[in-house]
């Protein structure tokens, strides 16, 4: 990973909870210089205290990103700290979910390089995804930078519209939440047949991360890989019947739940 550019400019890193730490924590394995980073968050952790990074020092003139990283509740009061950075060629990439570019865009500069992304939980363990999309300031060389950034916690996609990005955080973003929902009914599921609890949910755990491993690692698309585990007449035929149904199972459910997510999304970003 070429981090020149930002270890001459400096990268602020605005906000560093879950998510900016999973990044933060991929740059420095990456070989970015912690002395290059300036960290602005009102309680540092003592894993952040203990990274060598500047922590809430004052900010590079002209630093070649500014990540957001704060919660979306507390953007708004966030901005105003690093707005004197708009309008130049600080490139601004915010992970917050809900808000689109041109707020942004009205908060920090019309001309500024604005790339709005949505990374996930798994970032944490290198497994996430990020979808990105640049404004039309935002230059190819910053594009890819910024997909380098978040290619730290994991794979990367682009978008061809903004508009896509509520449907990209109701599927990936909000999407491990459904994962680990899953997890618990169907550990839940294990102990009323009778397992205990906690070898259900060892099960449940290590099936769903075994499968999900499989899927994005088989040649086979995953309606394949469910055929080929499918005996006609067989337990997953039972159990695919009623999870397939198309009233009460998942053709049913999980659209309307992916629907809710990304209408909400619209809504926080109105």
Known sequence: MDFSEISARGLVLLGCGKMGGALLAGWLRGGLNPASVFVVDPMPSEWLRAQGVHINQPLPENPAFVLLAVKP?????????????????????????????????????????????????????????????????????????????????????????????????????????????????????????????????????????????LAESADEDPAQLRINVTSPGGTTAAALAVLMDPDTGFPNLLPRAVKAAADRGRELGA
Do not use: C
């Open 73 to 213: 509740q507390m953007m708004a009061a966030a901005l105003p700290s690093v707005a004197s950075h708009g309008n130049g060629t600080t490139v601004f990439l915010s992970i917050a979910a809900g808000w689109p570019i041109h707020t942004f865009e009205t908060a920090l500069g019309g001309q500024s390089p604005i790339i709005r992304a949505m990374p996930n939980t798994p970032a944490a363990v290198g497994h996430g995804i990020s979808a990105l999309i640049g404004n039309a300031h935002t230059t190819a060389a910053q594009l890819d930078l910024a997909e380098a950034l978040l290619s730290a916690v994991g794979q990367t996609v682009r978008l061809d519209d903004e508009s896509q990005m509520d449907a990209v955080t109701a599927v990936s973003g909000s999407g491990p939440a459904y994962v680990f929902h899953l997890i618990e009914t169907l550990a839940a599921a294990g102990s009323a047949q009778g397992l205990p609890a906690d070898l259900a949910m060892k099960l449940a755990r290590a099936t769903v991360a075994g499968a999900g491993h």
